[in-house]
């Protein structure tokens, strides 16, 4: 909520997450299937099943070892903020969207 028009943490946090999932604005990202090689894919299996989304920089750093070159999609896995189960970069990876 905000107080003086200055943000809350909590709110900032709830923001983030929303975003993460929904990817406001949503513009299209294309992804392309040859990076998702038996390391990126095991990565991002293991990000979702263990919530290990701490680890979404080192998914970063194997899409950009299988060629990918998309900053969007790089800077989302090496952003700050909190990345959540229906984050749209390992959703795409596994086939959940």
């Known amino acids: 909520m905000r107080a003086n028009g200055i943000m809350s943490a909590e709110a900032k946090a709830q923001t983030a997450m929303v975003r993460d999932i929904i990817r406001y604005p949503a513009p299209r990202v294309s992804m392309v299937t040859a990076w998702f090689t038996g390391n990126v894919t095991g990565l991002a299996e293991t990000i979702y ?38 984050c749209w970069v390992v959703d795409v990876i596994l086939g959940k969207t």
């Open 49 to 86: 099943a263990e919530r290990a989304f701490d680890r979404m920089p080192i998914l970063a750093d194997a899409l950009e070892d299988a060629g990918c070159t998309n900053e969007e999609i790089l800077t989302h896995c090496r952003g700050g903020g909190e990345h959540v189960r229906g």
